[in-house]
């Protein structure tokens, strides 16, 4: 998802980040700050960016965030008026917050946004969309391609934020990287 995208989804829950992949089969890599790494099956190498103002909007004062795509759109951690990005997009946004209440805060506000439903993987608990990109999480936002398939979570562990997105044609696709996502 964009950082737009991002700030769309922050809006719902005070903040938002995400993106999406190909349907290529991908290697298990870490990525991600010190002590907030993770794994995800990103087809190719991710672009990388730190402490952008796309990134930081709408996100807790005196956070951290750091951003991982791959994706047909070069902006994918943008500002908030650009549309979601197109199929094949797949992003890791990772949050850094001052403290594991404000980050747990963050999560439970998302259980109020429509389709959202709790979810649980690899020990970390928050809440997962999965469906299409015309939804009530986009809402406010431009899309790309209204048929897409669209997959998010988002997880907290500690201070910590894992915003996991996917924008594919297929839904399995968009399944199979969120499922893919660990915490390391």
Known sequence: MRCSRMAALSLVAGAALAG????????????????????VAFPSQPNSEANTKGLLTGLPPGSKAYGYDVSPDANVFSAASLPVPPPPTFAVAVVVTR??????????QL?????????TTSGLS?????????????????????SASEGVLFLDRGAALYIVEAITAQ???SQAFLASFRAV
């Open 99 to 108: 403290s594991a209440k404000t980050a747990q805060g963050f999560v439970q």
């Open 171 to 173: 839904r399995a696709e």
């Open 111 to 119: 259980s109020e946004v429509p389709g959202i439903k709790q979810y």
């Open 126 to 146: 928050g809440y997962r969309f999965v469906g299409s990109e015309n939804s009530p999480i986009n809402q406010g936002s431009r899309i790309s391609d209204p």
């Open 20 to 39: 999406c992949s190909s349907g290529t089969t991908a290697v298990h890599q870490t990525y991600g700050p010190s002590g907030h790494q993770f794994s």
